[in-house]
């Protein structure tokens, strides 16, 4: 991590970070009869996730005056590898199937941030500010695996942040449109199988009290 000034005025701040992810799952199903011969089974089935992360990110930040401002990006890179085993096994007998599937796949996503915040004076201040954030695709296996696509949210906000009762008390009341693009889900009810992606658009407020309850 860097931060670096710049001046009276202005300051770098920057970081690079990468993490590697190993997750592995199995579960087990019993079963009276298998087609054809009726003979009962046990079905096992074993998932493992390889996840690499890798992310460089970059801000400048300006306060002077009576104004305070901020802007940067940061890249995301993410490589995912699914192994995904199935057997079937009779009852006190060799393995009747087993099936293996493993699929990788890339993402790469440029996330911008900024924002701009005004002093009113008398501990008032008023601002906006926008990001956007990113969550990982994937996979689902049922019949088949089944890639999704990453999601994206992208959020503007306006807040208008105060002191009271001589610093002892903070508010923040703010306002806020989230536009929620690509969005998956698993469906149970069907067999696990990946929702077709839609976009969503959230709006809401938000008011956050802070106190000093003793001097």
Do not use: M
Request: aromatic share 8%; with cysteine.
């Amino acid at each position: 991590n860097l931060a670096q000034p710049l001046g009276d005025s202005w300051r770098l701040y920057a970081s690079v970070e990468r993490q590697l992810l190993d997750s592995q799952a199995g579960s087990r199903l019993e079963a009276a009869a298998l087609p054809p011969n009726g003979a009962p089974y046990v079905e096992t089935i074993d998932d493992l996730l390889q996840l690499a992360n890798s992310a460089a990110a970059v801000e400048l930040a300006y306060e002077g005056g009576n104004w305070r401002a901020f802007g940067g990006v940061r890249h995301v890179e993410e490589g995912v590898d699914f192994l995904v085993r199935r057997r079937l096994d009779a009852a006190a007998s060799a393995p009747l199937d087993e099936i293996t599937r493993r699929t990788s796949t890339d993402y790469a996503r440029s996330l911008p941030v900024g924002g701009v915040e005004l002093d009113l004076g008398s501990r008032h201040s008023v601002g906006i500010s926008y990001g956007k954030a990113y969550r990982s695709g994937g996979f689902s296996e049922f019949v088949a695996v089944r890639e999704y696509a990453p999601e994206s949210l992208a959020t503007w906000e306006a807040f208008w942040r105060a002191q009271w009762l001589d610093g002892r008390v903070t508010s923040r009341l703010s306002a806020f449109r989230t536009d929620w693009s690509d969005r998956t889900g698993i469906d149970g009810t069907i067999g696990a199988e990946i929702v077709e992606p839609c976009a969503t658009r959230i709006d809401g407020a938000e008011l956050e009290l802070d106190a000093e309850l003793t001097e």
